[in-house]
T-cell receptor
Framework: GAGVSQTPSNKVTEKGKYVELRCDPISGHTALYWYRQSLGQGPEFLIYFQGTGAADDSGLPNDRFFAVRPEGSVSTLKIQRTERGDSAVYLC?????????????FGPGTRLTVL | AQTVTQSQPEMSVQEAETVTLSCTYDTSESDYYLFWYKQPPSRQMILVIRQEAYKQQNATENRFSVNFQKAAKSFSLKISDSQLGDAAMYFCAYRRRGSTLGRLYFGRGTQLTVWP
């Protein structure tokens, strides 16, 4: 498809478990962002990749959160020892590089529920 | 720090009428981008309109237009001839220009209801 895709669409897990959320960006987009959207809030920045490297991970709330993008395309957000407060919609966005490439295109998100 | 404020948690409009959603922001930068995104129940964030701060002309996209007041740090969205499909959560967002990082800062959103 032409857009950003995210899997799974919904994920229910138990407190203390490990989860992985996947993002497949628009083909050719080198910039990739993860945001977290809690209920009733706007999205909040987590991490930004330029190519394979994390250019800015200052939004990660603690060391239980980690993200990778090994080949510069698909990215995985990993959450260890999940807590109920991690319940949220996790959004991924990608952006082309170069002059004028200012718009981030979002995926449909993964709704994570920690019981 | 950049902050974006949407003071209207909810708004409603009659179909075919016009509605304006408010947004203010705080920044010390002089060059930046502003965006309005729409998020329907499907959760997909869809870009509605964008504005570059260095441009004085207000952006327009079909039925959607903005009123950008740089000195007042205000960026409102006007939806003309509202349609049922416009019903969604609307987010105002800010991004620094010239930054290689490019994270977006979002407001808390305004839930728009469109009545038939």
């Amino acid at each position: 498809g032409a857009g950003v895709s995210q899997t799974p669409s919904n994920k229910v897990t138990e407190k203390g478990k490990y989860v992985e959320l996947r993002c497949d960006p628009i083909s050719g987009h080198t910039a990739l962002y993860w945001y977290r959207q809690s209920l009733g809030q706007g999205p909040e920045f987590l991490i930004y990749f330029q190519g394979t490297g994390a250019a800015d991970d200052s939004g990660l709330p603690n060391d239980r959160f980690f993200a990778v993008r090994p080949e510069g395309s698909v990215s995985t957000l990993k959450i260890q020892r999940t807590e109920r407060g991690d319940s949220a919609v996790y959004l991924c966005a990608s952006r082309a590089n170069g002059l004028g490439a200012d718009t981030q295109y979002f995926g449909p998100g993964t709704r994570l529920t920690v019981l | 720090a950049q902050t974006v404020t949407q003071s209207q948690p909810e708004m409603s409009v009659q179909e075919a009428e016009t509605v304006t959603l408010s947004c203010t922001y705080d920044t010390s930068e002089s060059d930046y981008y502003l965006f309005w995104y729409k998020q329907p129940p499907s959760r997909q964030m869809i870009l509605v309109i964008r504005q570059e701060a260095y441009k004085q002309q207000n952006a327009t996209e079909n039925r959607f237009s903005v009123n950008f007041q740089k000195a007042a740090k205000s960026f409102s969205l006007k939806i003309s001839d509202s349609q049922l499909g416009d019903a969604a959560m609307y987010f105002c967002a800010y991004r620094r220009r010239g930054s290689t990082l490019g994270r977006l800062y979002f407001g808390r959103g305004t839930q728009l209801t469109v009545w038939p």
